[in-house]
C-alpha cells in the first residue's frame, strides 16, 4: 500500500505500494522545495553540512538513501516546521525500505518497480515488442535467445513479462504510448502462431481507450529514433519524469530535466513520422491475416 502525507500523518493508501525507489522521488521533490524555499543551491547546502559536492542532488534526484541523522540535519539547515519536518522524516523512513525483488535481471530491478507506479508510460522500440507488452510464449523465445540469462530463469521471467502486460488490461493502468519500427511488427519470434498470438494481444491493447500504438513504416527512412529503444516513465506520485535506457547488461536512468526534455522531444519526432493509430492498427490486422 502507498503512503501518502495526509494532515500531518503518514497514511497507507489502497493503490499497490509504490516502494521505496518512488518514495525516495518523493522525498527528493519534497526536500529540494524546501531548500529552495530557504534559498539555498544545492552546492551551499552541502558546503553547509560538510557534505561532498554531489550528496545533494542525489538525494534530490531519488539516487540515494537518506538517514535519519542526514534528513534531521537537512530539515534543520532548512528551517523548516514542524509539519514539514515530520513529513520528511517519516518519507525517508519509508524510502528504506526494502521490497522482494523482481524476476529480472539485478539491474532492471529498479526499473520494473517504477514501471508498475507509473502513471503515464511512452516507448520506443524498433525491432522487437517491448517486455511489458509480451506475451508469455514470446518473451519465452527471445529471453532463450539470450545470452545473459539463464536458461532455469526462462520460463518464471516469460510468466513476469506477462502478468505486467495483464495491467493494461485493468482499471488501474496507466496511460500508454508506444511507437514500434515495423520490423517488431514483422519480424517473426518464435513460430507462426507465437507471432499471431503477440500481434493479436498488441492489437487488443492498440484497441484500448488509455493506449496508443503508431508503426513507423520502414519505407520512412531515417528518424530521430534510430538505433536507440528507450522508455519515458511520468510518475505522479512524485512530479518526476524518467528515461530509462537499457542495454544487454546494464541500465541508465536518466531524471534531470536535460535529458527528459531530450527524449521526449525524440518520441514526440517518432509519433509524426509513424503511421496513425488507425492505419497501424490495419497494418497489424493485415500482418495477423498473412499468418493464417
Known amino acids: 500500500m502507498f503512503a501518502e502525507w495526509r494532515e500531518g500523518t503518514l497514511v497507507r493508501m489502497t493503490s499497490n505500494d509504490p516502494g521505496p525507489l518512488v518514495q525516495r522521488l518523493v522525498l527528493g521533490a519534497e526536500l529540494r522545495e524546501l531548500r529552495e524555499s530557504h534559498g539555498l543551491s544545492a552546492d551551499e547546502a552541502a558546503a553547509a553540512l560538510g557534505w561532498y559536492r554531489n550528496k545533494i542532488s542525489k538525494i534530490e534526484t531519488g539516487e540515494s538513501k537518506l538517514s535519519d541523522k542526514d534528513a534531521h540535519a537537512l530539515v534543520e539547515l532548512y528551517g523548516a516546521a514542524a509539519k514539514s519536518t515530520d513529513k520528511v522524516l517519516a518519507l525517508a523512513k519509508e524510502a528504506r525500505r526494502k521490497i ?8 532492471a530491478k529498479k526499473y520494473v518497480n517504477l514501471e508498475a507506479n507509473a502513471s503515464e508510460i511512452k516507448l520506443f522500440f524498433g525491432d522487437s515488442i517491448p517486455g511489458m507488452l509480451q506475451t508469455r510464449e514470446y518473451a519465452r523465445e527471445l529471453l532463450s535467445a539470450s545470452v545473459v540469462v539463464p536458461s532455469m530463469d526462462v520460463d518464471e521471467m516469460a510468466e513476469s513479462r506477462e502478468r505486467r502486460s495483464a495491467r493494461f488490461f485493468s482499471d488501474s493502468s496507466p496511460m500508454l ?13 518464435g513460430g507462426r502462431d507465437v507471432h499471431r498470438a503477440q500481434l493479436e494481444q498488441l492489437r487488443s491493447l492498440a484497441e484500448l481507450d488509455h493506449v496508443t500504438v503508431q508503426v513507423i513504416p520502414l519505407e520512412s527512412g531515417a528518424h530521430a529514433g534510430l538505433g536507440i529503444a528507450f522508455t519515458l516513465l511520468h510518475l505522479e506520485h512524485a512530479n518526476s519524469s ?3 535506457i537499457e542495454s544487454l547488461t546494464s541500465s541508465d536512468y536518466l531524471s534531470r530535466p536535460q535529458h527528459t526534455r531530450a527524449y521526449s522531444l525524440v518520441f514526440d519526432r517518432l509519433r509524426v513520422a509513424a503511421l496513425s493509430d488507425r492505419d497501424t492498427l490495419s497494418l497489424i490486422n493485415r ?4 499468418l493464417g
Open 287 to 290: 500482418e495477423i491475416a498473412a
Open 100 to 107: 522482494p525483488p523482481a524476476r529480472v535481471p539485478d539491474w
Open 242 to 244: 524518467i528515461a530509462y
Open 177 to 189: 504510448w508506444v511507437v514500434l519500427g515495423e520490423e517488431a511488427i514483422r519480424r517473426r519470434v
